[in-house]
């Protein structure tokens, strides 16, 4: 039975793409346009009770019964270990896969998101938080950096759900301040990881639907006051 996704065609959204095509399995999409509020929908939230992309439900999931997950990481840890793949089952290479999933959640996707918001969508702009997300976003790829010099992909030898949480957040370095050229070998693991044609085609997914930039609705609905009500 394919697997229903909510999404849109962002970051967090690709990172879900990525492996529901790596995997080959069928899934069937349903568009939630945060730029319109789709993700205050009641039934979302039902879904998705903390308001945000990506979300799935597997019919099929655990003691047969459906499993509605939200948290792009926990999702990719189902997904990986419902059917074995990208995620060692066992031994060092399972938990190195676990340690920069979980780098990816906490730390790179998070501070990524603040660098675009303070350089990009801030209506004002704001010295002191342009200065500490960019420089926090070039430490983040300094150590990407440095991993990716000793190990082909960020948990060893194997690509791995590591790769494909970290890699959505960097197809844009120049919108964190980031020059790519300072970063070799992010730049070697990024163009292999460009060029698997799940990946292509896990990004192409609602990328139609995207507006280029967020209108003032959007921002409003994203960073105002709609955005910090109670529900
Ligand atoms: N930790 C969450 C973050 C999800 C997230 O921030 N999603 C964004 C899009 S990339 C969203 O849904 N934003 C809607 C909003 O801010 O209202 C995950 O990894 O799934």
Redesign the pocket.
Known sequence: MAIELYS?A????H?VHILLEELGLEYRVHP?D?GNGD??DPDFLKISP?????AIVDPDGPGGEPLAL????A?LFYLAEKHGRFLPAEGQGRYRTMQWLMWQ?GGL??ML?QAHHFLQYAPEKIDYAQKRYANEANRLYGVLDKRLGESRYLAGDDYSIADMAAWPWTRYPERQNVERGDYPNFQRWFDEIAARPAVQRGVEVLAGLRQAAFDDKAKE??FGAT?FQRR
């Open positions: 849109w962002t970051p967090n959204g990172k939630i945060i993700q205050f903390n308001n945000r992309i990506p939200m948290e792009s990481g999702i959640m996707g998070p998101g609905i994203l955005q």
